[in-house]
């Protein structure tokens, strides 16, 4: 298993400190959400019990984005979640959920995938690029919501755009240029 597939393991202290044990500092739940936008999976322990409490800090993330008018989570959402812990079993909610989130992924794959094969932009050179960084955008734009969704798979060759490729662009862009100032 790769570093990037295993969860980052953060350790919380008696203090209630969350503690890094990666790069060995004190993080914040702030932090924490960070990582998870990245794309990182965490897994939070108690240090002196071993408890698993990553559903509780995932849970007060979430918390404290709605209590400040980040709302993600429509309150008849909320009342559904509320209803399912009565449930015995916990209803079908949980399913459900996971159900819904792993379709959401896969449409968005989907969606930049059908865009990129309609977009008559395709075969502009660097469009490579300008997509990498549309699918940024996304992802930055659902909060990482998507998890490990980034979108194809692309190879890293996209990222590092050839120096000709850049080059024929500011040729064409000057010879746009050149017309447009025809034309005026």
Excluded: C
């Amino acid at each position: 298993m790769s570093e990037q597939e295993k969860p980052l393991l953060i350790k919380r202290y008696a203090s209630r400190r969350l503690y890094n044990t990666e790069t060995s500092d004190y993080v914040t739940l702030e932090d924490i959400a960070s990582f998870i936008r990245d794309g990182r999976e965490v897994q939070i322990i108690d240090l002196k019990s071993g408890d698993d409490l990553t559903r509780q800090y995932l849970l007060q993330i979430i918390a404290e984005h709605e209590s400040r008018g980040e709302n993600v989570l429509p309150v008849n959402v909320l009342n559904d979640l509320v209803r399912s812990y009565m449930l015995p079993g916990g209803g079908v909610m949980p399913q459900f959920l996971q159900s819904s989130f792993e379709m959401l992924r896969e449409n968005q794959s989907k969606m930049m995938e059908n865009m990129s094969a309609m977009n008559p932009m395709s075969q502009m050179p660097g469009f490579d690029a300008m997509q990498a960084q549309q699918q940024a955008f996304l992802k930055a734009m659902t909060g990482g919501l998507s998890g490990g969704w980034s979108g194809p798979d692309k190879d890293d060759d996209a990222k590092s755009e050839p120096k000709e490729d850049l080059e024929d662009i500011k040729k064409q862009l000057a010879e746009l240029q050149q017309k447009l100032s025809k034309l005026n």
